[in-house]
């Protein structure tokens, strides 16, 4: 393949991986930002989304958008109720001391991902995406000066969808954060714990919540991916990691920061493959976004220390 | 008895102690001693930067994996002895160790953590593109022919607990002394209070360094001892969850104890081979486990010990 | 192809140690069996970890041929117990599972492990602790000479065999120019060195090598680096990503897509009619043994499938929709068959005899197709330990895979590169 197509086609896949990390990682964030909670189990509650999405669309089994559709809705519910139950049960009662939550975490990462395999088994299953088109796209020939469809340069109108959506969710949560009073509130607890709580803020429920959505928020990232990628009860893993490294260099709370970091790196995971050989691609690309934040390890938002 | 007393008599206790298992403890259980001493190796090691100095890395499988490969492949590419191999394992991870800390030693906190875990990724990543020669994820047997220091066979039971139980012992008594001394002191400083350190007049830097690289160092004559003792080199060893695992003793057994990293993976590994009899789901009793430790013992096993009966547990 | 001829010899030497071995048997049985108590096998489990869908295949049809073989008498009369235990498919835990078998257990032998480095980590605790140790991985681990005298693949083949009597149906019948897609670790190195070797005896070429890091879950980006003029894709994908890998690979060629080749582990418990997976319709695949019930299939093969509980499509009986690893697990099977028949000839009594069930399992040639080898009939190689049997490839029809071509045994052949058993125990 050419090199400007090719660059087109990675640039695209890289930003279908930017739109799911962007909300996984809003997600770590807010948690992260609110509540000053190192959740290693947030790659779980994506799982869980998967999970439930591939549950209810095969009990929805009448056409796949309609199991889609309430798999949208039902799968980040389930992931906000346990994760207000792990909230609840343990987070709170360690008052989220950030060794002790880690720890608890990891725990609770364990308990999850072995109940799934209990219950969900073993194998990696698909969920029907509600459409999917192949659309091949036109590329510019710059020699002869006309349009023509190069081979192999194409994409899914599933694809589009995904990245069209996240922008919306995004949005829909910039908008939350900054335009109602739960946003207002949550921020304030962000800002300063004990004057929040001074001004009457349940900051109790505020966590509690916050913990519940920031596991919403991953749910929905899986909703959203699992017609492309399998759900399988392993694949918490690479969401988890991803989005830490999102979270850091986007610079801690700052959810401004957050969504420029995910489109970073998404964008360069698909943009380095075409230059080097695939392993070594991911090596170098591991490699620059640690020494980013070896050089800036403010994040490249953040203005205070980590 | 004095607190310095005590704790050398403890130290000195449990070295007996499991010498003298050595000769006690049924065939299984023995060999999972072994296994548990090297272990308890690595954990010691990562104590050092985590409990004592407060910084906690999730990339330590690097340097587990340096001294393994190091050791590895000097023997089955250079045809090196056992010995000398197991040197250049530590050797190996002491000069990975001291890179990593001069470029992740910019950070601190949760920014440390994710920079050590990269790292470490890395590192794995590394070892599979050099698949040719370390054989990926596949990994290499030691033949036990060649696993022998002077004239002694490691594969021989006996041979490999005493073996495991003089790098333990090593690594214990070592890390113990160094906190006695007026570096450990620094360390802890620098745990509790790093901008007051400074100001009176300690260079943090070098000190948190040096705890990188001794760190480190322990952590690679642990990986090469267990590649060395149980003949196979594998990227598993790499992975992110062996850097994990350290990180689970330590706070299990109780962070900035002596003891804390041993009695951890012992719990933990027996914790793990018990549940596994019991039920196909003991990841899931693992998990409870943790929860629960956290929510009843915040400070590990040793930690609570000390905290509860014997504050002058070191 | 020298050794071909010479392996051929050996063949028919063997056929007559291979008659010998189905007739002592019966012969032995009652003889000489002084104990009833259980000949105890340990068995060592993906329950969970990466290698958890073959798991529990692999657990499945260890019990069916248990239930089968303590129906007919057992071994010299005594039953099979299986020891499972979990070994997370880690290889460190691989180890600590054996020394749980031998010394806690008080196992005779372990067997069953899957995944390569598993095999490779757990091998030299086998050979320090004396255990035979039968493993079904179809990595060619053991044939290498790496592992030890004490480690057999007895039951199933080895990807260089496997891969080397692929090249000839693909050069003749898809074509000469190839570019191979793998993971990028030893699994698919050794697809990649033999493949490329094989094909280019064929006189065919390997356009261009594409290994893929196995954290990967998103392959697009990577299909551009395919050559224009590639004839064949050949595939070979392990992992949760594998649908997506396939999904994406059609997505990308659309309508003109170049022949396909892969190997089904790509695809193992994965329902071939997936939504995505039509992409693959008239593509082929490599099968260890067709998972779909074939018009020729033999009358041992489908007691087989009914036993393991599965149906015509390869499924489970009791759920459709739960697939089974039907290309590999059949190596259960035929291995603890071939166990059988090796404590037998050995007149196997306890640990004091394993030595002797090893030098049995050794000097075992022919395996002719029989209800102990449903996949066909194997020719076991008892200085590199391995066995060696037809491989087959299917065509995608309709979803389902259509038997296309069934290579022989002898295809398969090529040069010993170890002697086991010329290394002392």
Redesign the interface.
């Given at each position: 393949m050419d090199f400007g197509p090719y660059l087109l086609l990675a640039s695209l896949e890289g930003a279908v991986g930017a739109a799911v990390l962007a909300l996984t990682a809003v997600g770590l964030s807010l948690v992260f930002g609110v509540m000053r909670v190192v959740n290693v189990a947030h790659g779980e509650f994506y799982m869980i989304g998967a999970v439930v999405a591939w549950f209810v669309a095969t009990t929805v089994g009448t056409h796949p958008a309609l199991g889609f559709v309430a798999a949208l809705i039902v799968a980040p519910l389930v992931a906000a109720i346990i994760a207000i139950a792990a909230d609840r049960l343990v987070l709170k009662r360690v008052n989220y001391d950030p060794e002790a939550t880690i720890v608890a975490t990891i725990g609770i990462l364990y308990i999850i991902q072995q109940a799934a395999l209990m219950g969900y088994g073993p194998e990696a299953r698909p969920v029907e995406p509600p459409f999917n088109h192949r659309i091949a796209l036109p590329w510019y020939d710059f020699a002869a000066g006309e349009w023509f469809y190069p081979w192999g340069l194409g994409t899914t109108s599933y694809k589009l969808f995904v990245i069209a959506v996240a922008i919306v969710l995004l949005l829909g949560f910039w908008a939350l954060m900054t335009r109602t009073k739960v946003g207002l509130v949550m921020r304030a607890t962000q800002l300063d714990w004990d004057m929040a709580q001074a001004f009457g803020i349940p900051v109790d429920r505020v966590y509690a919540l916050v913990f519940g959505f920031g596991a919403a928020l991953a749910a929905l990232a899986a909703v959203l991916i699992v017609p492309i990628q399998q759900a399988h009860y392993l694949m918490g893993g690479d969401p988890l990691l991803l989005s830490f490294i999102v979270v850091i260099i986007g610079g801690l709370g700052s959810v401004r920061g957050t969504v420029v970091a995910a489109i970073l790196i998404g964008m360069s995971d698909g943009i380095i493959s075409v230059f080097f050989t695939p392993t070594l691609a991911k090596i170098i690309a591991t490699m620059v976004v640690a020494l980013v934040l070896v050089f800036r390890p403010q994040g490249l938002f953040g203005t205070k220390a980590a | 008895m004095s607190a310095a007393q005590k704790s050398l008599a403890l130290h000195l206790g449990l070295i007996g102690g499991l010498f003298a298992l050595a000769f006690i403890l049924p065939t299984y259980h023995h060999g999972n001693f072994a296994r548990i001493m090297v272990l308890a190796t690595y954990a010691i090691g990562y104590n050092v930067l985590f409990g004592y100095t407060g910084l906690l890395s999730l990339g330590h499988a690097m340097f587990f994996a340096a001294g393994m490969y190091g050791m590895g492949l000097a023997m089955q590419y250079g045809g090196v002895p056992a010995l000398p191999a197991l040197f250049l394992g530590i050797i190996a991870a002491t000069i990975l160790a001291a890179v990593v800390a001069v470029l992740a030693l910019r950070t601190i906190g949760v920014a440390f953590m994710i920079v050590t875990l990269m790292f470490a990724q890395t590192g794995f990543l590394t070892i599979l593109y050099f698949g040719e020669w370390t054989r990926g994820d596949e990994g290499f047997v030691l033949q036990q022919k060649v696993r022998q220091i002077a004239g002694l066979d490691l594969s021989d039971p006996m041979t490999r607990y005493l073996a495991a139980w003089v790098l333990f012992s090593v690594a214990l008594l070592a890390t113990a002394r160094m906190m006695h001394v007026a570096f450990g002191g620094v360390l802890v400083a620098i745990r509790e209070n790093e901008e007051r350190t400074r100001m009176l007049g300690y260079n943090v830097f070098a000190h948190k360094f040096a705890a990188v690289v001794i760190s480190g160092a322990i952590a690679g004559a642990a990986g090469a001892a267990y590649g060395l003792l149980f003949g196979y080199v594998g990227a598993t060893f790499a992975s992110v969850q062996y850097s994990i695992f350290p990180l689970l003793w330590v706070l299990l057994g109780g962070a900035g104890t002596t003891i804390g990293p041993f009695i951890g993976a012992l719990f933990m590994f027996y914790l793990i081979d018990y549940s596994s009899g019991l039920t196909s789901a003991y990841m899931l009793i693992a998990g409870v486990a943790l929860v629960l430790l956290t929510l009843f013992a915040r400070a590990g096993i040793a930690g609570e010990i000390k905290r509860r009966w014997a504050p002058w547990l070191p | 192809m020298l050794k071909k001829i010479t392996d051929r010899r050996t063949l028919l030497k063997g056929a007559a140690a291979g008659g010998l071995l189905a007739a002592t048997p019966l012969a032995s049985r009652f003889a000489s069996a002084q104990s009833d108590a259980p000949i105890k096998i340990g068995f060592q489990q993906h329950?969970?970890?990466?290698g958890?869908?073959y798991?529990?295949w692999y657990g499945r049809t260890t019990e069916a041929a248990v239930k089968k073989i303590n129906g007919e008498g057992g071994i010299n009369g005594r039953p099979i117990e299986i020891v499972a235990?979990?070994d997370g498919t880690?290889?460190?835990r691989g180890?600590?599972v054996l020394?749980?078998f031998a010394?806690?257990h008080s196992c005779d032998i372990a067997f069953g492990t899957l995944f390569?480095?598993v095999v490779?980590?757990s091998?030299?605790?086998a050979?320090?602790l004396k255990l035979p140790y039968f493993v079904v991985s179809e990595?060619h681990?053991v044939a290498s000479g790496?592992?030890?005298r004490w480690t057999m693949q007895p039951g199933i083949t080895d990807v260089k065999s496997q891969v080397a009597a692929m090249a000839p149906f693909v050069s003749k019948n898809l074509g000469k120019k190839v570019t191979m897609i793998f993971p990028?670790?030893?699994?698919g190195?050794d697809h990649r060195d033999f493949f490329t070797a094989a094909i280019e005896a064929q006189g065919g070429e390997v356009l261009e090598h594409?290994?893929?890091?196995?954290?990967?879950?998103?392959f697009?980006?990577?299909?551009?680096?395919?050559p224009?003029q590639t004839e064949v894709i050949y595939h070979v994908m392990v992992g949760?990503?594998?649908?997506?890998f396939v999904?994406e690979l059609g997505?990308?060629?659309?309508p003109s897509r170049p022949e396909i080749f892969g190997f089904i582990d790509s695809l193992e418990?994965?329902d071939m009619s997936?939504?995505?997976l039509e992409y693959l319709e008239g593509t082929y695949f490599w099968e260890g043994m067709p998972r779909y019930a074939q018009a020729s299939q033999s009358a041992h093969e489908k007691a087989y499938r009914t036993a393991v509980g599965v149906d015509d499509n390869g499924a489970s009986l009791s759920d459709s929709k739960?697939?089974s690893t039907y290309a590999h697990m059949f190596g259960c099977w035929e291995t603890l068959h071939t166990i059988k028949a090796g404590m037998e000839y050995a007149d196997y009594q306890g640990p004091q005899d394993r030595q002797k069930l090893i030098e049995a399992i050794e000097s075992m040639s022919i395996m002719p197709e029989s209800a102990a080898h449903p996949q066909g009939a194997k020719v076991f190689n008892g200085r590199t330990h391995q066995t060696f049997g037809h491989q087959y490839i299917s065509k995608v029809e309709n979803s389902k895979l259509v038997l296309a071509h069934a290579t022989s045994i002898a295809d398969t052949f090529y040069e010993d590169e170890v002697d086991y058993t010329k290394m002392s125990f």
């Open positions: - | - | 329950s969970t970890g990466i958890a869908a798991g529990r235990e979990d880690d290889p460190k180890a600590e020394e749980k010394n806690q390569s480095h490779y980590g091998a030299p605790a050979g320090e990595g681990h790496a592992l030890n990028d670790f030893a699994f190195h594409i290994a893929i890091p196995p954290t990967e879950t998103s697009t980006k990577y299909f551009p680096k395919i224009r949760p990503g594998v649908l997506t999904k997505e990308f060629f659309g418990a994965v997936s939504p995505g739960d697939v």
